[in-house]
């Protein structure tokens, strides 16, 4: 069945540098979403690619979306302890319409 | 405010018993789920519904059950038979596919 596959499970980071975490699936993807949970919360919305190799940028954060649309990644400039917590990705399509496909997260730890 | 209400944030359970998590959502969303996640785990599909008086299995559904007779609700049931309940349920809501996701805040559950 469809599965969203995320590495690396863990980072560790000193603060300012730079944070990569990427995103598979075994099919192609109709959108890719992107959530960050803070310890203790839940998951809240950060963004979502549509387009084939599309990219966007928030501030230090910068989303791909890849060309077949099977892939992605965030990418943090520069990062802060503010950036702690775990970052999924998650894509709707695949083989059962309606449902939310969740990687296993990038659980991000910042060293001051 | 709209918003997705889970309630009780902390529930403790003997073991056997079965217990009910609370799910309510005033965003007019058509779908809903319910994740359950434990420590370094990403989130895990248990039950999800796209429309009232229907739901469907997600990956791990052995062990609960739900119900969907109202738009706004979609209570989970963790009976005894589910052999390791004691995780934190997440419930979220979206517009039917190609949109985010809004999760609640989370019931911590603790069977002992």
């Known amino acids: 069945g469809q599965q969203v596959m995320q590495i690396p499970q863990y980072q560790h980071v000193q603060e300012g540098e730079d944070f990569t975490t990427y995103c598979n699936s075994s099919?192609?993807?109709?959108?890719i979403q992107w959530y960050k949970q803070r310890p203790g919360g839940h998951p809240v919305f950060l963004i979502q690619l549509v387009k084939s190799g599309e990219v966007k940028k928030q501030k230090r954060l910068t989303f791909q979306f890849g060309e077949a649309k099977k892939n992605s990644s965030l990418h943090i400039t520069a990062t802060q302890t503010t950036d702690v917590g775990t970052y999924f990705c998650?894509?709707?399509?695949?083989?059962?319409?309606?449902?939310?496909?969740f990687g296993r997260g990038t659980q991000l730890t910042v060293w001051p | 405010d709209g918003g997705i209400t889970q309630s009780p944030k902390y529930l403790f359970r003997k073991e056997g018993q079965n217990v009910t998590l609370s799910c309510e959502q005033n965003?007019?969303?058509?779908?809903m789920y319910w994740y359950r996640q434990d420590p370094g785990q990403g989130l895990r599909l248990i039950y999800y519904s796209q429309i009232v008086n229907d739901f469907q299995k997600g990956d791990i559904a052995e062990g609960y059950s739900v119900s969907r007779e109202k738009k706004e609700s979609f209570p989970l049931t963790v009976t005894s038979a589910q052999k390791n309940p004691t995780a934190f349920y997440l419930c979220?809501?979206?517009?039917?596919?190609?949109?985010?996701?809004?999760f609640g805040q989370g019931t911590r559950l603790t069977v002992v």
């Open positions: 998650a894509g709707w399509g695949g083989s059962t319409l309606g449902r939310l496909y």
């Open positions: 099919t192609t993807l109709s959108n």
């Open positions: 979220a809501s979206s517009i039917v596919g190609n949109t985010e996701a809004f």
């Open positions: 965003l007019n969303h058509d779908a």
